[in-house]
T-cell receptor
Framework: DAKTTQPPSMDCAEGRAANLPCNHS???????VYWYRQIHSQGPQYIIH???NNETNEMASLIITEDRKSSTLILPHATLRDTAVYYC??????????FGAGTTVT | DTAVSQTPKYLVTQMGNDKSIKCEQN?????MYWYKQDSKKFLKIMFS???????INETVPNRFSPKSPDKAHLNLHINSLELGDSAVYFC?????????????FGNGTRLTVT
């Protein structure tokens, strides 16, 4: 699976959009980009995923660059409840999903 | 309605004991998983079951034995517990195998071995 690089931490103002970057320069053509988050003392929560096109759901938007080497997770109106560790993962097979250090969003 | 539920939430035990963690999902998913999260918060897959059949065993010591009595349940039994087994264990499920099926996680079981 391709490796990802995320900033270790970010601060966001409540009510503003939070833009979380992720680099995945070694991604291959059939690997999906997934975002999960983990709020303290809870299990990881699925946010969104995509392959090539930008995606939007009730939680967030996912912007994937045309070369697919990076992506941005956008939380449109951040609240205190969005404080969590956010994980960007790319994978070819969901069996071997593993989480690295992620971005701690405060 | 808890989608993926694990019991117990906390488990404190002594070295050498045998313990089990139970997991149930009510999402109608075909695939279930066990993950281990270490003290550095890295989450790694241990096992995966699809329709009660083991499909992934990621170099986990054979002291760990998963058992899936049906599609909705995946239990984890650990023999001869060691200090290094202390971690948070997460159960998860997905609708199907493959890379286009998000995982749904339980809230974890914090195992402390003394």
């Amino acid at each position: 699976d391709a490796k990802t690089t995320q900033p270790p931490s970010m601060d966001c103002a409540e009510g503003r959009a939070a833009n979380l970057p992720c680099n995945h320069s070694t991604i291959s053509g059939n690997e999906y980009v997934y975002w999960y988050r983990q709020i303290h003392s809870q299990g990881p929560q699925y946010i969104i995923h995509g392959l090539k096109n930008n995606e939007t759901n009730e939680m967030a938007s996912l912007i994937i660059t045309e070369d697919r080497k990076s992506s941005t997770l956008i939380l449109p109106h951040a609240t205190l409840r969005d404080t969590a560790v956010y994980y960007c993962i790319v994978l070819i097979n969901d069996y071997k999903l593993s989480f690295g250090a992620g971005t701690t969003v405060t | 309605d808890t989608a993926v539920s694990q019991t117990p939430k906390y488990l404190v035990t002594q070295m050498g004991n045998d313990k089990s963690i139970k997991c149930e999902q009510n999402l109608g998913h075909d695939t279930m998983y066990w993950y281990k999260q270490d003290s550095k918060k890295f989450l790694k897959i241990m096992f995966s079951y699809n329709n009660k059949e083991l499909i992934i065993n990621e170099t986990v010591p054979n002291r760990f034995s998963p058992k899936s009595p049906d599609k909705a349940h995946l239990n984890l039994h650990i023999n001869s517990l060691e200090l290094g087994d202390s971690a948070v264990y997460f159960c998860a499920s997905s609708q199907m195998t493959g890379n286009n099926s998000p995982l749904h996680f339980g809230n974890g079981t914090r195992l402390t071995v003394t």
